[in-house]
């Protein structure tokens, strides 16, 4: 079952500040800014735990996150849509992803945000290879999203032949969502 935002209070001037006001309204709200878990602000924290293989030249590879740090309203699944965030409350979200993929010399690389299947505007940072060091991308969007469309994580490359992406703890596949206002 989703949640929505509480409302906050509204009440005419010279009325009384009730207790069920005040637990309908005001303690509502604060426990939704600052409770943890189904009773906070949604956020969503998952992580590849192993290397992915990135053929050459395919666009959009959806990114393995098989671990979760938190998932405060289960949106994610580690068995099912694996690559997929999928929102519950409704409203604005900070994205964030980090990647690294493997050196190679040869050609670019590509991590981006994808809302729904399409790059969202603002998430998607590209790069040239490195021939001694892997490249590593860090990306951030804000994007207001509704009950049911999802986020994930994306990466190209066209090195003419295929790359993987890191699963070591700073470098790995990391993708972050987090609801910032309705």
């Known amino acids: 079952m989703t949640r929505t935002v509480p409302v906050s209070a509204?009440?005419?001037?010279?009325?009384?500040?009730?207790?069920?006001?005040?637990?309908?309204?005001?303690k509502a709200t604060m426990d939704f800014l600052m409770g943890s878990g189904t009773n906070g602000v949604p956020r969503f924290k998952g992580y590849a735990s192993s290397a992915q293989s990135l053929a050459t030249g395919t666009a959009d590879i959806p990114l393995t996150l098989d671990t979760e740090d938190y998932d405060s309203d289960n949106g994610h699944s580690t068995s099912t849509n694996t690559s997929r965030y999928t929102i519950q409350v409704a409203?604005?979200?900070?994205?964030?992803?980090?990647?690294?993929?493997?050196?190679?010399?040869?050609?670019?690389?590509?991590?981006?945000?994808?809302?729904?299947?399409?790059?969202?505007?603002?998430?998607?940072?590209?790069?040239?290879?490195?021939?001694?060091n892997s490249?590593?991308?860090?990306?951030?969007?804000?994007?207001?999203?509704?009950?049911?469309?999802?986020?994930?994580?994306?990466?190209?490359?066209?090195?003419?032949?295929?790359?993987?992406?890191?699963?070591?703890?700073?470098?790995?596949?990391?993708?972050?969502?987090?609801?910032?206002?309705?």
Do not use: H
């Open 10 to 26: 509204s009440e005419a001037p010279g009325n009384y500040l009730t207790g069920a006001l005040w637990a309908a309204q005001i």
């Open 135 to 182: 490249w590593c991308g860090g990306v951030s969007t804000s994007q207001a999203l509704s009950v049911g469309d999802y986020v994930e994580l994306v990466a190209w490359q066209n090195s003419g032949g295929a790359l993987n992406t890191s699963a070591t703890t700073g470098f790995g596949p990391t993708l972050m969502c987090q609801w910032i206002s309705s």
């Open 91 to 132: 409203g604005t979200y900070l994205l964030l992803g980090t990647a690294a993929i493997a050196t190679s010399a040869t050609g670019n690389r590509k991590l981006g945000i994808n809302v729904n299947g399409a790059n969202a505007r603002g998430g998607v940072v590209q790069a040239p290879g490195f021939a001694s």
